[in-house]
Each structure stands twice: as C-alpha cells, then as structure tokens.
C-alpha cells in the first residue's frame, strides 16, 4: 500500500515495479494485490495491465483497513471470537483484560492512517539522505 501512495502519478504503478522495488515475487504479490482491489482499497488506472492507484485518498485508509483486506478483524485470543461459544466465558477471570487489550489494539490500528505511515516513511527516507551525506563528508575528511 505504501508502494502504491508513494506512486502518485496518472498512470499509477505497475506491479512487476511494486515487486521490484519491495523485491518480492509477481506472483506473491498476485494474492496481495487481488486482496486490495476486493477490499476496495486499490483500483487499475485503465484495467488489466496498467498501474495501480489508491481508491480512495490515504487519510481515509487505515490500518485496520489494510489488516481486514487480510484477516477479518483482530483477536488476540480465540476466546473473545464472536465465532466461538467458550464454556466458561460467564466465569473466566481473565476474558475482560482479554477483551481491553484487543480493544486497544483495534483502536490503535483505526487511529493510524496510511497518510501517517507515507509521513513516517518521508521523515526516515529524509534522515537516511542527511545521514548519509554526513557519513560522506567524514570519509572525505579522513580520505
């Protein structure tokens, strides 16, 4: 997704450059490209062999977003399921720090968008420059 909204041009990215770039398979990246587009959170500029673009802007997509193109919610532990009948969920002590933690988890991965993941990337890719370019000037010194 990151690959995706960093590609901010008419025509989008190509997958095999997504591959490339995050040096993965275009196979692998099939499946995770299928499940964005069903997720309705990427979309082909001009149909089959184009490039790739978001759907929608990157402040309106979270991580809870990306995460449930995956995996159907998040849980924790399988007794706070909504899918499974536990037996002792009336008497077990521990469900409710169960059941906050998730909570927590779900509510920091809705509070976090892929706009504030495209800033962190900008700010680590800027220190990396300025890193490097110091580390450059220490050699020439010495060199």
Excluded at 31 to 55: P, Q, T
Excluded at 128 to 141: H, N, P, Y
Aim: glycine share 6%; net charge neutral.
């Amino acid at each position: 997704m990151l690959e995706i909204a960093l590609a901010r041009t008419e025509t989008g990215i190509l997958q095999k450059d997504i591959a490339v770039n995050q040096d993965i398979s275009v196979k692998y990246l099939d499946h995770i490209i299928i499940a964005l587009k069903v997720a309705g959170l990427i979309a082909n500029i001009r149909g089959k062999k184009s490039g790739y673009r978001l759907s929608r802007d990157p402040s309106l997509i979270t991580m809870y977003d990306i995460h449930n193109a995956f995996e159907h919610g998040i849980c924790v532990i399988d007794c706070i399921d909504h899918h499974i009948i536990c037996e002792r969920e009336d008497a077990c002590a521990t469900r409710d720090f169960w059941q906050g933690l998730n909570d927590q988890i779900v509510a920091y991965f809705k509070s976090f968008t892929l706009k504030d993941l495209i800033e962190r990337h900008l700010k680590f890719s800027k220190d990396l420059q300025m890193q490097s370019r110091k580390d450059q000037k220490i050699i020439g010194a010495h060199g």
